[in-house]
């Protein structure tokens, strides 16, 4: 399900807050990231949020303090990173989107601030006709794929081309 709308940023808002409330100092940095920090692009319902820690050692005391959130931990195919994901309500019709999931990635701190996520979610920011372009892509993809774990690799080309000119960009 891919839906257009605002507000997104409450939601991310509510859930840092609980977060830190959850897991207290073990989280030194946050940002919005993933589509729905990209306002009027068309979006899964689930919310990114990026953090950061001091040390990845501490994911076993990550997972037991954010589970209580409905948090679980996955594993994640990149080094160096945790992930974690919380589901959003289901109804007859799909996702509520009044109520997203959210998919939390933590990395640690020295990492933080160069994570491509930023890179990516910064250009679509600032290049309307990209992230437009990105909305039609994800749009399309979910009009053709059977099953949804074909989603994000059907992204891939389109993200690798943003993030080379975003890095452009940046130098």
């Given amino acids: 399900m891919i839906v257009q709308r605002d507000g997104w940023n409450d939601y991310y808002e509510s859930e840092k807050a609980s977060l830190k409330n959850a897991a207290g100092d073990i989280f030194v940095a946050f940002e919005h990231?993933?589509?729905?920090?990209?306002a009027g692009l068309a979006t899964k319902p689930v919310v990114d949020i990026l953090t950061a820690t001091r040390s990845l050692e501490d994911g076993p005391?990550?997972?037991?303090?954010?589970?209580?959130?409905?948090?679980?931990?996955?594993?994640?195919?990149?080094?160096?990173?945790?992930?974690?994901?919380?589901?959003?309500?289901?109804?007859?019709?799909?996702?509520?989107?009044?109520?997203?999931?959210?998919?939390?990635?933590?990395l640690p701190i020295e990492r933080f601030y160069e994570d491509e996520q930023i890179l990516f979610r910064d250009y679509l920011r600032s290049h309307p006709e990209v992230a437009a372009e990105y909305a039609r892509l994800k749009c399309d993809i979910v009009a053709r794929i059977t099953d949804y774990r074909e989603y994000t690799p059907a992204k891939v080309d389109f993200i690798r081309r943003v993030l080379v000119d975003a890095r452009a960009e940046r130098r």
Avoid: C, W
């Avoid at 990149?78 to 009044?98: C, E, H, Q, S, Y």
């Fill in 61 to 106: 005391a990550i997972a037991a303090k954010i589970r209580e959130l409905g948090y679980m931990q996955l594993p994640f195919l990149t080094p160096n990173r945790l992930f974690f994901l919380k589901r959003g309500a289901d109804t007859a019709a799909g996702v509520d989107v009044d109520r997203p999931g959210y998919n939390i990635h933590v």
């Fill in 33 to 38: 990231v993933g589509s729905t920090a990209v």
